[in-house]
């Protein structure tokens, strides 16, 4: 089988089974040898990935890969720790300083640009949010190794017993706090890969460095549990919701571009959780208050967040 080497502009793109979309001049233009080409089947959007983004997202993936076939000999304790490590970090002032100073760095690029900043400004509140998030994770009561139901026939028997999903897959809006949503899931077994917006990069990396890394080792927790991907370029989240490797992929931004991220992961095989134009899950049991979620979805509303 030979690969794709070149686009031609105008060149006829099958889709859908029976639609035909064209190449671009400028991605005709853009298109050089090794680089990846994903046609989105629903739209007939063609997505270009250079060869260097696939790379960077593959790295990354393969990271978190490794760290999740690592994570059964984790014990609860260790992960408790990491949560605990990484909150002390970010707690401590000395810690938190290069830090503060990548994300002011940040916030005056994304201003010169005339984006907003309101998500994107690491103030004293989004800390200590992020800080009782990561607290929070670890007094959560561990469910790895649970049976939640048993099947008995008899002379043998059948449990359901919680364990590892495996790799999650995240695309996040430019908002520093993300790491406090992103790293829930190692609570459950799982490993993280994900993609920051660019306007909050030097935050996200200065984050990993500084806190992150340093929370993943002195837990002993295996390196990569939690990667970024470290590139501004979107076509590096096009290349991770494309790598089967992925568990899961959940995207918040935009609707389109949570769209097209979408699609791919889906084309792929990979179950989705897509949310770009607000809305959120509730999940609740079935002896679950009525006046409890009622209070739930009432105080959601009057908050600037991506779950309202």
């Known amino acids: 089988m030979s690969e794709l080497m070149h686009l031609e502009a105008g060149m006829p793109i099958v889709y859908g089974g029976d639609k035909v979309t064209h190449v671009s001049d400028d991605l005709a233009r853009a298109f050089e040898p090794g680089d990846w080409l994903l046609v989105v089947q629903r739209t007939g959007d063609l997505l270009h990935i250079p060869a260097a983004e696939y790379k960077t997202a593959n790295e990354a993936v393969s990271a978190a890969w490794t760290a999740f076939s690592r994570m059964g000999s984790v014990t609860d304790s260790q992960i408790n720790s990491f949560y605990e490590a990484f909150a002390d970090r970010l707690a401590d002032d000395d810690l938190f300083a290069p830090i503060a100073a990548a994300n002011v760095e940040d916030v005056e690029r994304a201003r010169a640009k005339g984006r907003s900043t309101t998500r994107l400004e690491l103030s004293e509140s989004m800390r200590a949010g992020m800080i009782d998030g990561l607290r929070g994770w670890a007094s959560m009561p561990s469910q790895r190794g649970s049976v939640l139901e048993t099947v008995d026939h008899g002379s043998w028997r059948v449990d359901q017993v919680v364990a590892g999903l495996g790799v999650v897959g995240f695309v996040f809006e430019g908002r520093p706090n993300v790491f406090a949503d992103a790293t829930g899931v190692l609570r459950g077994g799982n490993t993280v890969v994900f993609r920051i917006g660019s306007d909050a990069l030097g935050t996200a990396r200065a984050i990993v460095q500084h806190a992150l890394d340093p929370a993943l080792e002195a837990s ?20 991770m919701f494309t ?3 992925l568990a899961l992929a959940v995207a918040r931004g935009s609707g389109a571009a949570v769209a097209q991220l979408g699609s791919g992961a889906q084309q792929a095989g990979i179950p989705v959780s897509l949310h770009g134009t607000g809305g959120a899950w509730i999940v609740a049991s079935k002896h679950a208050d009525s006046s409890d979620l009622s209070n739930a979805v009432f105080h959601s509303l009057d908050r600037k967040v991506c779950n309202t």
Do not use: H, I, K
Request: net charge positive; proline share 9%.
């Open 220 to 239: 002993g927790l295996p390196a990569g549990a939690a990667s970024l991907v470290g590139t501004p370029s979107r076509s590096a989240g096009y290349a």
């Open 243 to 245: 790598d089967s490797r």
